[in-house]
Each structure stands twice: as C-alpha cells, then as structure tokens.
Nanobody, 124 residues
Framework: QVQLVESGGGLVQPGGSLRLSCVSD????????VGWFRQAPGKEREGVSC????????YYVDSVKGRFTISRDTAKNTVYLQMNNLKPEDTAVYFC?????????????????WGQGTQVTVSS
C-alpha cells in the first residue's frame, strides 16, 4: 500500500520560506498523481497544488501562484512543496495525497491515500 509521510512544517514569520516533503515508504509514487492539501481551523480542506506522474503538469490554487512550487523526485518517492513568501493565511495543516489516475485540480476526489499532515504556522 502507499504510505505517505509529510515533514518540513514549522513556525515561520511572514515572508519566510518552508519546504514540505511527502515521502512514500510503502510504494513507489512514480505512477501516481500527488497533491498537497491544507486545512485551517474551522475551514474545509483546500487543494493547494498537484503534480502528475507523466509530463509533470501542475496545478496551483490562485492564492499560492507565484509563491509555491511543487516538484517530485521519483527515485526517492518524494514530492516537495517549496513555499516562499509565506503569509498568515497559509497557516494550516498540510497533507499530501495520492491517486492512481486523474487530472490535477483542487478537488480531493479520488485521492485515496493520505498522510497524517504537517503543521505550518505563519505568524509574527
């Protein structure tokens, strides 16, 4: 089974940067669509970014475009989310998820594999 573990979260000041990692220890992610989602207190889980296994086409929610970059290292079964110029509104628990087929969008439908999440707090 696909087993996902997120890391790299923490406390950062506005304007700072973090790099999140999503590592698969159970199965290769080479053939999977992998997405990043986030959930702030009292809010619905939101699709942040996504990357496809072939062609590496990507999706970003409008609020993070130009600030976040998703990438993957297939050999390491790892997907990264580089987050620059962080804002307080980015504060949330960030989850990575995987699905075997589909296009990238903010929709979490068909993402059957989820990590436990990593906390990102942006505060002065």
């Amino acid at each position: 089974q696909v087993q996902l573990v997120e890391s790299g979260g923490g406390l950062v000041q506005p304007g700072g940067s973090l790099r999140l990692s999503c590592v698969s220890d159970g199965s290769t992610l080479g053939g999977y669509v992998v997405g990043w989602f986030r959930q702030a207190p009292g809010k619905e889980r939101e699709g942040v970014s996504c990357i496809r296994p072939i062609g590496l086409s990507t999706y970003y929610v409008d609020s993070v475009k130009g600030r976040f970059t998703i990438s993957r290292d297939t050999a390491k079964n790892t997907v990264y989310l580089q987050m620059n110029n962080l804002k307080p509104e980015d504060t949330a628990v960030y989850f990575c998820a995987a699905k075997s087929y589909g296009l990238c969008s903010g929709n979490k439908e068909n993402f059957g594999y989820w990590g436990q999440g990593t906390q990102v707090t942006v505060s002065s």
